[in-house]
């Protein structure tokens, strides 16, 4: 159970793990995108405010979705319309009029000057937020056949030579994209049908390095971000499986500690129970009273028996069960293990055979004789008379491969996966009489696993159950 938790926890913490990089991911990935959508639309917006500025200075009147784009920039750049106020002169005829107009000179003067202050002031205010917003868009005036014939520039922008672009704007009225220019990288392009025959079209741009700079720069800093972020992560979501796992774990710790006490506590009434039937059992004379005093001592048995698999079971959990590993010699060890169930074998009329090795494998003699032990007696109870018991080992480069085959009735498919499960029991044959508390390979896989090992169950009904264990080769 414990190793259960535990891997329960690891498997906790990576799906917190992958969910807290998911929405740092969707984060920094959304951002990205905001602010890549944020420079095309301020790009296509000032492409689009150039272009209607052009239209009026070659005296057309720009097309409705650039007169809108015009106003949209006024508005989120908060711009003033420079409109030019023509003066008007009176004719006079006397001279008062004269007087008069030498008078308002005086005045015109005065108001002149701080006219001409106000508009410098309109003037530099328009002038700021073109130089910041506008002066890195080029202009490039077309003939109707794509080639420039006008570049009012001093600096010579990039010529874009695409037939498909000038095809779409004589077409459509319009054409924008973005296009990859060799040696500038990427442009951003608005081209437009004048409707003049000089120029046919108009074509403003506006290159993309700086923005694809600050887009990779951003990109480096998620990068930087997300390292950081997971590792730091990655502590949380530890803490965050421990604690949601801890009242799991407490109350695993808390059953075991009722386990280990209570089969404690059951040994002295076991002891007593099973000494006053032994003493009974030897004072009585045979008759009833015997045949039921003999029956307490086989529940006795089977108890104390139970107390002490619960007992291994508890100490396995919690990894106090201390192992002592060491090199062992197979053949020795099959030798002593079959003695001891020989008797039980002639008793079932079933044959055992070896196959000895002189391999060494690196375990814990007594619990590897005991693993042994619990897998032969299994065999024996389901092999009938006249069966085959084979012990086998084999060495497989870092590995000791084990395997007790038997000619029994074979275990139906169904019931493989909880084998191992505690106090699942196959139905025993009619003619066994043994009792089985459903936790010998329980404790089996358990012994194995706190050596280095592992086991394996694979069985044909019908045909027989072959059990494979890898030990760590001494």
């Known amino acids: 159970m414990w190793t259960m938790l535990s891997s329960l926890r690891w498997k906790l913490t990576f799906l917190y793990l992958l969910a807290a990089i998911g929405l740092v991911g969707l984060m920094g990935i959304g951002t990205y995108l905001l602010i890549d959508r944020y420079f095309q639309q ?69 108001d002149n000057n701080s006219g ?8 530099l205010e328009n002038d700021h937020g073109y130089d910041a917003d506008l002066a890195a868009i080029f202009v490039v005036s077309l003939e109707e056949t794509g080639d420039p014939i006008l570049i009012p520039n001093t600096i010579s922008p990039p010529i874009v030579n695409d037939p498909t672009i000038v095809a779409n704007a004589l077409q459509a009225g319009y054409d924008l994209r973005t296009v990859e220019v060799p040696g500038k ?90 000494a006053t039937a032994d003493y009974g059992l030897r004072s009585q004379p045979k008759g009833q009273q015997s045949e039921l005093l003999t029956d307490i001592l086989n529940e006795c048995d089977y108890m104390d028996h139970l107390v002490d698999d619960l007992l291994l079971l508890s100490r396995l959990d919690a990894h106090r069960l201390k192992m002592e590993l060491e090199p062992i010699v197979i053949s020795d060890l099959f030798s002593e293990t ?72 074979g275990i139906d498919p169904k019931h493989l996966p909880h084998l191992f499960d505690r106090f699942y029991q196959v139905a025993a044959p009619e003619n066994d009489a043994s009792r089985s508390n459903g936790l010998g390979l329980s404790i089996a896989k358990r012994l194995i696993e706190a050596q280095g090992g592992s086991i394996r169950i694979e069985s044909i009904p019908g045909k027989g159950t072959r059990i494979h264990l890898a030990f760590p080769a001494a």
Do not use: C
Not at 116 to 123: C, K, Q
Not at 371 to 399: E, Q, Y
């Open 116 to 123: 001409n202050e106000s508009d410098s002031e309109e003037y």
């Open 338 to 409: 079959v003695r001891q169930v020989s008797k039980l074998a002639q008793a079932g009329s079933v044959s055992i055979e070896t196959n000895s090795t002189n391999g060494l494998v690196r375990a814990d003699r007594v619990r590897l004789r005991q693993v042994l032990l619990i897998l032969l007696d299994n065999a024996l109870r389901f092999t009938p008379a006249g069966g085959a018991i084979r012990l086998s080992a084999h060495s497989a480069g870092k590995w000791m491969q084990i395997e007790v085959a038997d000619t029994g009735r």
């Open 185 to 274: 990288g990427r442009i951003r392009l608005l081209t437009y049908r004048t409707g003049a025959k000089v120029p046919a079209m108009l074509q403003t741009g506006r290159l993309l390095a700086d923005q694809v700079r600050a887009l990779n720069q951003y990109l480096v800093f998620l990068a930087i971000l997300g390292s950081s972020a997971t590792i730091f992560l990655v502590f949380v979501s530890w803490w965050l499986a421990g604690r949601s796992l801890g009242p799991a774990q407490k109350a695993w710790d808390q059953q075991q500690t009722f386990v280990s006490n209570a089969s404690h506590e059951l040994r002295t009434p076991l002891t007593l129970i099973r």
């Open 42 to 110: 301020t790009t296509d917006l000032a492409l689009q405010y150039k272009m209607a500025s052009e239209f009026r200075i070659l005296g057309l009147t720009p097309p409705t979705e650039l007169a809108q784009a015009e106003s949209t920039w006024l508005q989120n750049n908060s711009r003033v319309v420079l409109q030019a106020t023509p003066t008007t002169s009176v004719p006079s005829n006397g001279k008062e009029s004269d007087s008069e107009n030498d008078d308002e000179e005086s005045d015109s003067d005065d």
